[in-house]
């Protein structure tokens, strides 16, 4: 159902600092067009029936704000239109160490989404999502107790393969600089599936956000947060599964 979840945009390019402020930047502008022509397209009554709101996530704005990674805090710019999932786009004010992509998920996941949410699902920009990838993420999540199908508590993250589409017309069919990566992508997430330990592969993931808060969230200053991250929840008792 649409109104069971929310479609947030990180956009990590909406500011740019400017001596002690932000601005606006143009392709941010243009990112905040795109989405509400994008929805345009889905309403019935076309940009008319697309609301537009934003305001402001002041710094310490509730407990437990990480201030590192967006101490002028974010603007949030809402759509909402009928029959569609609310839509957000965050535009995160930087400091002079922004933390990069890590810092962009962090923002969101202490000060932006909200204290009650369950299940957070992270994907790149470049990612396209197939149609059921809710249905493919959530349910290794998930036990049927007490009446119903609640988090079991144990699965921390769910993680799919990535396809490359562009790979054979730019290499050939033999992929000789084994862009593709298939044992990375198709061969050892499903063979460690058994085990709990599936690697974070920092996209295509869907967590458990009680289990993320845990672990402190996504880890700083590392080579590769996303491996250090599913690490640390492995650390901390929590097993991961994949799908696809």
């Known amino acids: 159902p649409s109104d069971a979840f929310v ?6 390019g909406y500011y740019q600092r400017t001596g002690d402020g932000h601005e606006i930047t143009r392709t941010g502008r243009q990112m905040e067009m795109m989405v509400a022509e994008t929805l345009a397209l889905l309403c019935p009554c076309g940009l008319r029936g697309v609301v537009k709101s934003r305001h402001e996530v002041c710094p310490g704005a509730h407990k437990g704000y ?10 949030i710019i809402e759509f909402q239109a009928e029959g ?10 930087k400091g002079s160490d922004s933390f990069m992509k890590t810092g962009n998920l962090e923002n969101a996941l202490w000060n932006i989404i909200e204290k009650d949410v369950v299940f957070m699902v ?44 562009n790979i054979q017309d730019a290499w050939g069919s033999d992929d000789p600089m084994n862009q593709a990566n298939k044992f990375f992508w198709q061969i050892l997430p499903p063979a460690l599936d058994s085990t709990g330990l599936v690697p974070l592969c920092g996209t295509s993931a869907a967590f458990f956000v009680p289990a993320l808060r845990d672990a402190f969230g996504f880890a700083y200053r590392c080579v590769s947060e996303d491996t250090l991250t599913g690490s640390q929840l492995h650390r ?7 799908v696809g």
């Open 122 to 165: 992270a994907l790149d920009a470049d990612i396209i999502p197939m149609p059921d990838m809710l249905q493919m993420l959530l349910p290794p999540m998930l036990e049927y107790r007490d009446g119903a199908w609640r988090p079991d508590w144990r699965t921390a993250f769910v993680g799919s393969p990535q396809d490359f589409r």
């Open 236 to 242: 901390l008792g929590g097993a991961s599964a994949s």
């Open 66 to 75: 990480r201030f590192e990674v967006a101490p002028s805090g974010s603007t």
């Open 7 to 12: 479609v947030t945009i990180l956009d990590d």
């Open 84 to 93: 569609l999932p609310l839509v957000r786009l965050v535009g995160r004010k």
